[in-house]
């Protein structure tokens, strides 16, 4: 079992230009989050989707963000015309079901955007 | 607005030694807690706690959950370095998302 698969794991992207994180749940999780965390804080949650649906993109910045989990492939991650303020790792995580059962959410090993 | 505090937010100990991490929130709709081990990688789940005075045990970590309190320590006895990490407490609220604390960066010393 491969687990929560991210990539990449480092993304390093210039001013303006865009970032695209990609997110494989776990086999057999049909409904996957998507967490920031800027250096010395904690999680902060953004979206969450099960396919083809977004269900709660309450933590979403307004704009230049968006999320998308299609039948077939990984979730994605979208930000448009990054800003340094965008430099942070972004974690995914993935449940059977939700809320989750005993065993939790399973996270990524995330990507670390850089914005230069 | 939910809320979750962790302390300390820095402790470094000998190995060996027993830890204590706290964990208080405000949210609405409880739903569960969570503890999370992060090193320089995913974030692993150590424990889900959804009702009060039962202790979760796992080796040398334990957990428990007061929601009159609105409370939860994560134990850690015998220390080794291999413990050394940022330990995360989140909570569940209502909508299935999860609330994060600041984390407590433990250190231990051989």
């Known amino acids: 079992n491969a687990g929560v698969m991210q990539n990449p794991r480092h993304l390093v992207r210039r001013r303006g230009q865009e970032a695209r994180l990609r997110c494989s749940p776990m086999k057999g999780h049909s409904h996957v989050y998507w967490y920031r965390q800027l250096p010395e804080e904690g999680l902060k949650f953004m979206v969450y989707?099960?396919?083809?649906?977004?269900?709660?993109e309450s933590g979403m910045p307004k704009e230049r963000f968006s999320a998308e989990f299609p039948k077939e492939g990984p979730s994605i991650l979208r930000i448009q015309q990054v800003v340094r303020g965008d430099s942070a790792a972004y974690f995914c995580?993935?449940?059977?079901?939700?809320?989750?059962?005993?065993?939790?959410?399973?996270f990524g090993s995330g990507t670390r955007l850089t914005v230069v | 607005e939910d809320k979750v505090v962790q302390s300390p937010l820095s402790l470094v100990v000998h190995e060996g030694d027993t830890v204590t991490l706290n964990c208080s929130y405000e949210v609405t709709n409880f739903r569960s807690l969570l503890w999370y081990k992060q090193e320089k990688k995913a974030p692993t789940f150590l424990f889900m706690l959804?009702?009060?005075?039962i202790e979760k045990k796992s080796g040398r970590l334990s957990s428990i959950l007061d929601k009159k309190e609105l409370f939860s320590i994560l134990n850690i006895t015998a220390t080794q370095t291999g413990d050394s990490a940022v330990y995360l407490c989140a909570v569940e609220g209502g909508a299935q998302k999860l609330v994060f604390g600041q984390g407590t960066r433990l250190t231990i010393n051989p």
């Open positions: 989707l099960q396919k083809e649906n977004i269900i709660d």
């Open positions: 959804t009702s009060s005075g």
């Open positions: 995580a993935s449940s059977r079901q939700s809320p989750p059962a005993s065993d939790g959410y399973t």
